[in-house]
């Protein structure tokens, strides 16, 4: 800009000097010119008195030299006396301007060029008292010649007036620009500077109050989006259209194990996970994605979409979702339908082969009863596991719609042990019930359920002249309820496993006493439910203490 201002300034007053100079030059062309006439006036009538009185004589020895052209010519115009050129020869001069004005008023004067001559010519006229006219003329000085003759006087003006002029305009354009640069653009308004820049300035002040306001609401919304992001389980990722990375939650950095504040670096090189590194580049690239990996010993689902903003693709993000508990609970599903369908066709078998023997008279008279025993015992069997089937798939729904109520513990296993009493004489074990009231709040049928499943299997896993302690006691915990048997008692490294449907750690044992593999995960659901914890401990070959804490 200083720059700009400086050249305009310069062509400015050049533009001012050179007219400056053409104008003085004219003036005094002008100028000159009159002076000129006025001397040619004086001097015609000077020789005009010498001719009057001596006649031709005057032109005898007369310099043909002279600076002057004296032409002396007749009063019909022919030329009676020329001292640069050859009377004969010269045209009649009686329609010359100046002649013609002498002739009438006694002086006539003219510039031109002349006809002989080349050169621009002054002529003064004057009429003698002959009626001759006398005329002198002289070469004017051309605007050139007066230009030539003035250079040497205004060459060292104009340098001075140029130096000059370089001199201001560049002090001129400095002091143009430093009040622009003096501005304090942080506080538009409180410059005092030109008056021409003050909406410029409003606009600006504007402008940044508005962009404060919006840097303001973003930083808001992005201290939100951090603290709902931050407390989230699930990763969250947000790339750039370049791949770096705009904001990571903690639980992404953790899982995919690059530092929490990496916000700004390149994603390829942060993340070395190179699957989710083809799914955010695929992303990038406008391809939806996902994919279940193992990260931090889960596994996770991990889905990456492109961002779109209007026809190109801004950004990506990528979000990672535990899905290990829904992948275990798909396999079991996939598992126990398997079961199912094997732990149906045993019965079923048994009772069509049992029923097709029948049905072929290959069956003696006395040995029906027997088979009768056995198709009643099959079918018991699949009663019972249909039963335990339908259970747990209620309990698998959550048991939400199941009523709650207030129920009293020693109560429910005192009638619970009234009618197990009759297996248990069968199986000639002793049951007993100790404690005293205990009321907890919660699903009845669920904790009969409990009470029910576990007295029975220590009934069932018993040997004879055994016996089974129901135990109902309150203490600072809650109310406990343990079921102690002098049983067959569980392996160690089986009392995990006993909870698995279909689990059993005796098979032919289980099926020997009607088990149907499912008691004990139906418990541990149903405890679930209840809020209550399972434990299980004994000896193996002494017995086994099942325990559940209910809260109070
Ligand atoms: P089941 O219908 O076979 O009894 P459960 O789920 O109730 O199925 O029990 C799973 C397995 O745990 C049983 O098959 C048995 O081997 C073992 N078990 C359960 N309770 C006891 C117990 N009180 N004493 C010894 N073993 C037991």
């Known amino acids: 800009m200083t720059k700009r201002i400086f050249r305009s300034i310069v062509i400015a007053s050049l533009i001012v000097l050179l007219a400056a100079l053409l104008l003085i030059v004219g003036v005094l062309y002008s100028h000159f010119t009159d002076a000129q006439f006025d001397q040619l006036r004086a001097e015609t009538a000077l020789v005009a008195q010498a001719v009057n009185n001596e006649g031709q004589a005057y032109f005898q020895g007369l310099d ?36 013609t004005d002498a002739r009438n008023t006694g002086y006539g004067q003219c510039a031109r060029y002349s006809a002989t ?84 300035l409003r606009r600006l002040d504007a402008q940044q109050i508005q962009l404060r306001g919006q840097a303001l609401e973003l930083a808001q919304m992005k201290t939100e989006f951090e603290t709902v992001t931050r407390g989230l389980n699930e990763g969250l990722v947000l790339l750039s259209g370049g791949g770096a990375i705009l904001s990571i939650n903690p639980a992404a950095a953790r899982l995919l194990e690059v530092t929490p504040n990496c916000a700004g670096a390149d994603f390829t090189a942060a993340n070395q996970n190179s699957d989710i590194a083809a799914l955010a580049d695929a992303a990038l690239h406008g391809e ?20 779109k903003s209007g026809s190109y693709y801004s950004g990506a993000v990528l979000f990672l979702l535990d899905v290990t508990e829904k992948q275990q609970a798909e396999t079991l599903r996939r598992e126990f339908t398997a079961n199912v369908s094997h732990e149906l066709k045993t019965p079923l078998h048994a009772i069509s082969g049992y029923a097709e023997l029948m049905k072929s008279g290959m069956v003696s008279s006395e040995d029906i009863p027997r088979f009768s025993e056995k198709l009643y015992g099959e079918t018991r069997r699949l009663i019972a596991l249909v039963e335990d089937i339908l259970r747990l798939s209620r309990l698998d729904e959550g048991g939400e719609d199941m009523q709650k109520s207030a129920v009293d513990l020693f109560a429910l296993a005192q009638s619970t ?17 100790q404690g005293e009231k205990a009321v907890v709040f919660g699903v009845p049928q669920l904790l009969s359920t409990i009470i029910f499943n576990l007295t029975d299997n220590a009934v069932k896993y018993n040997r004879p002249g055994g016996s089974v302690t129901v135990s109902v006691t309150e203490d600072t915990d ?35 006493v009607g088990g149907t593999g499912l008691g004990l995960s139906i418990v541990k659901h149903a405890a679930k439910i209840s809020g209550a914890t399972l434990s299980v401990s004994g000896v193996l070959g002494r017995g086994t203490d099942v325990c559940v804490v209910f809260p109070k």
């Open 288 to 307: 939806k994605g996902e994919k279940i990996l193992p990260l931090a010993g889960k596994l996770y689902l991990v889905s990456a979409s492109p961002v």
């Open 117 to 200: 001559l080349t050169e621009r010519y002054l002529y003064a006229a004057q009429r003698l008292p002959d009626g001759t006219i006398l005329r002198l003329s002289g070469a004017q000085s051309t605007v050139l010649n007066l230009l030539a003759k003035m250079l040497s006087p205004l060459l060292p003006v104009t340098l001075a007036a140029v130096i000059l002029s370089l001199f201001l305009a560049n002090r001129l354009s400095k002091s143009i620009v430093q009040p622009l640069n003096d501005l304090n653009l942080s506080q538009p308004i409180g410059n005092t500077g030109y008056a021409e820049i003050r909406p410029l």
């Open 478 to 512: 809650g109310i406990r309820m343990e079921v102690s048997d002098t049983g067959v008692g569980i392996p160690p490294e089986d009392r995990e496993r006993i909870f698995e449907r279909f689990y059993r750690v005796d098979k032919s044992r289980s099926k020997e």
């Open 417 to 433: 042990a009234e009618a197990l009493s009759p297996a248990a004489e069968l199986a000639e074990v002793t049951l007993s019930v």
């Open 64 to 99: 043909r030299n002279a600076n002057c052209r004296i032409t002396w010519i007749a009063a019909d115009g022919s030329i009676l006396f020329d001292n640069r050129s050859d009377t004969a020869q010269m045209e009649n001069h009686a329609e010359r301007a100046e002649v």
